[in-house]
Each structure stands twice: as structure tokens, then as C-alpha cells.
């Protein structure tokens, strides 16, 4: 009897405590409604939304930029890191591994348009309230590049890490493969012209240009294991990066294929046929290219959309704080710099890329300046961040050209 009245007592205090703790808890904040009103009260979140800047700011910025953009890296140093760039990531990864970026649990709010339509409904209902949970109540919302400051002593020293492109060496019979036939029409039908191709016999599918350590692979293979017909591809320029992607214990070939490729490297092939794409993941990793580079790699990344396809793109804005960070002596060109560890970063205008997605060809869905304030509560210490966020979509094909429709690939 005395050892069930102690029992009784026990849960009985456990549930009071468990009570106290969660009307002490924070409420949930959804996405991108943080919005800070009472200056005096900056320091109680890690982030506030939607910021605007003053004229003062916004000059101060401009200062600070083109302070820092006086003294220019030495041409033959510019040639070595362009060089040499897939040397620098593969460093990066090697020495960081999967421990720098956080998972990016984020992309299906700010990017539902990575899933199927479908798919897209179920997820929201299913995980939406769940993730906005994670996102303001922890750092989900973040990588450890910038967004959230992670590593006080890597900000010193490389003033801030973007994410990374790029590779994939195909086989040779492959790669004539794809040249004598680059629609890949048969598509496993008449395998004594073409071979198949990883994906082929998917309804629904997703790149991902520059995966890192697969920051946003694994949280979105997450959500596609449970949707048939769907698969994903990702690359980068850095072997170690796609190492990394095949050796962790939720890779599986048979919803992903990861790949080396250099997307700046026109002549090279995907291990898949031009248009079949249904999206493409641009996030952070744009900016880590030469800006004479950047048109080209647009330009062939339009090619591999399907007609409806989306481009998704984040990356650095003008004046984030990891652009105003950098001391004189690491500007490579305007608005491009190079990092301590040898990676490099361009921090874009909005107007930029609106152009240079319209020249491929793709129509503007949207185009926004995503301007926020990060605090770092525990040292008081305030940032300005300042991300462009896009959504570029391939047209459909004119019903006055059927000739079009008939070259597609038949797995479209």
C-alpha cells in the first residue's frame, strides 16, 4: 500500500511538471511571421523576419562594401582558386565532413514545389505544424553556412560557407550513348541503341545542383521513400561531398542516384537525357561560381527542365552580413570574394538574377530580397542577412509547334 500511495504521488508530480513546462513553453511561430515591433525586445529571438533597412543602414552597407573591395586579389591567386576550385571543396569536406550544414528541414515550406502535386497536399497536412515546430523553437531553419551563426572561429576566419556545385563522369559507351541519341528516347525499350538510365521508369523528378554532404538529399528522400514514381538526383563538384551522400545509411539507389559532375563543364553529360526534370534545387551554391560562368550553367540547367518545370533557387544577397565581414585583400571582382579556406562566394542583386534566369529562358514565379535579422542572444550581438529567394519556370510547349510534343522522350 505505502510503496502504490508513493507510486501515485510520483506520477502525480510528474505530470504537474510536465504541465509547467509546457505552458512555459514558447508557442509556435509560423514561418516568416516573426516580426520584431518592440526594439527593446531583439534579444528574446535568434531571428526576426521581413527586416527593412533604413537608408542609413543601407548606405553604411554600401560603405562597408566598397571598403572592402578596394584591394583586389593578385590575377595569378584569382587563376589558382578558379583552378583548383574543386580542390578547395573537397578540403572543405574533407576536413568538415556531414558535421557543417545543418539538414535544410526548411526547403518544403519555403519550396512545396519540390513534391508532386499531390504528395505536396499530404505532406502539409501531415507535417507542416511539426516543422514549424522545429523550425522557431530549435535551428532547423538554418546551415550552418551563415544563416544561423554556427562556429564563431570559421566566421573569423572565411567569413561565412556557401554550398557547392557541380560533377559526374560517365562511361564511355554511356556518354556516346547520350550524344548519338541526347533525348534518350528509347529509355530501356531498345536497349541495343541506348542504355537505360538511373530514374528512367519514374513519373516525377528532382536535381539537386551542388548536395554537399546531403543536407536537403536526405530530408527530401524522407518524404519521396513514401511516394512511388518519384526519384532523386543530386551532384557536386566535390567527390569527398558525394562520398559522403552515398555512404550514409538513408541513401538508396533505388529512390537517388548521386554523382560527381562540374557544372560549369558544358561538354560533359548527365547520366539522364535533357527534359525529363519536373525540378531543380539551386540552393547556395550559384554564388560559389565565376560570375562568367554563371550564365552557362543557367543556360544548361533550363535544358534538363521539363516544359512546367521549376527552378528553385536561394542563395546570398547584396550586403548580407557575410559579404561585409570580409577584410581587404579577399575581393576577387565586385560582389565576389574569396574565403579564407580557398571557396568562393558572389552575393547577388535581385535584378541579376531575374535577368540571368529569363536569358535561359525560364518565366519568373517569384523573385524576392529576404532581408532578416539574426541575433546571437548569448553574446548580444546583431546581424543583418539578406537572401534572394527565387521560382523560375520552363514554359509549356506552344500547342502551334506539335512537332515539339513528339520529341519528347517517351518516360516524360
Wanted: contains cysteine.
Amino acid at each position: 500500500v505505502n510503496f502504490i500511495t508513493r507510486l501515485s504521488a510520483l506520477c502525480l508530480r510528474k505530470n504537474k511538471m510536465q504541465h509547467r513546462h509546457q505552458s512555459n513553453r514558447r508557442p509556435a511561430v509560423p514561418l516568416g511571421s516573426r516580426i520584431l515591433t518592440d526594439p527593446s525586445k531583439v534579444f528574446e529571438h535568434n531571428m526576426w523576419d521581413h527586416m527593412q533597412w533604413s537608408q542609413e543602414e543601407e548606405e553604411n552597407a554600401k560603405k562597408k562594401a566598397a571598403e572592402n573591395s578596394l584591394v583586389k586579389v593578385q590575377s595569378e591567386d584569382q587563376d589558382k582558386y578558379e583552378r583548383e576550385a574543386s580542390k578547395y571543396w573537397n578540403e572543405f569536406y574533407k576536413t568538415h565532413k556531414n558535421n557543417f550544414f545543418k539538414d535544410r528541414n526548411w526547403l518544403f515550406l519555403e519550396f512545396p514545389e519540390i513534391l508532386p502535386e499531390k504528395r505536396r497536399q499530404e505532406f502539409k497536412t501531415e507535417k507542416i505544424s511539426s516543422e514549424h515546430t522545429k523550425i522557431n523553437n530549435g535551428n532547423s531553419f538554418s546551415l550552418k553556412n551563415g544563416m544561423f551563426e554556427e562556429g564563431e572561429k570559421y566566421w573569423k576566419k572565411n567569413y561565412g560557407v556557401g554550398s557547392t556545385v557541380q560533377g559526374y563522369i560517365y562511361n564511355e559507351s554511356q556518354a556516346k550513348a547520350l550524344t548519338d541519341n541526347p533525348q534518350g528516347k528509347n529509355c530501356g525499350e531498345e536497349l541495343g541503341k541506348v542504355e537505360s538510365f538511373p530514374g528512367c521508369d519514374a513519373t516525377y523528378r528532382i536535381l539537386e545542383v551542388g548536395c554537399g554532404a546531403g543536407n536537403s538529399v536526405f530530408p527530401i528522400l524522407k518524404v519521396l521513400c513514401n511516394t512511388p514514381g518519384t526519384f532523386l538526383y543530386c551532384c557536386d563538384f566535390a567527390s569527398g561531398a558525394v562520398e559522403l551522400v552515398k555512404s550514409h545509411s538513408s541513401y538508396n539507389s533505388a529512390w537517388c542516384s548521386a554523382f560527381v559532375h562540374d557544372v560549369c563543364d558544358d561538354a560533359l553529360p548527365y547520366p539522364f537525357p535533357d527534359e525529363i526534370l519536373d525540378v531543380i534545387l539551386l540552393v547556395f551554391v550559384l554564388s560559389t561560381i565565376h560570375p562568367d560562368r554563371m550564365q552557362g550553367v543557367v543556360n544548361r540547367l533550363a535544358k534538363l527542365l521539363k516544359p512546367g518545370g521549376m527552378l528553385l533557387f536561394r542563395d546570398y544577397g547584396r550586403y548580407d552580413t557575410a559579404q561585409l565581414r570580409f577584410k581587404k585583400g579577399h575581393c576577387l571582382s565586385e560582389n565576389f570574394y574569396v574565403r579564407g579556406d580557398g571557396t568562393r562566394v558572389y552575393f547577388f542583386a535581385k535584378d541579376e538574377i531575374s535577368n540571368m534566369f529569363n536569358l535561359a529562358g525560364l518565366t519568373e514565379v517569384q523573385n524576392l530580397v529576404d532581408r532578416r535579422l539574426q541575433v546571437n542572444r548569448k553574446k548580444k550581438v546583431k546581424m543583418q542577412r539578406v537572401w534572394i529567394q527565387s521560382k523560375f519556370q520552363k514554359p509549356l510547349l506552344s500547342l502551334h509547334n506539335p512537332e515539339e510534343t513528339t520529341k519528347r522522350h517517351p518516360c516524360k
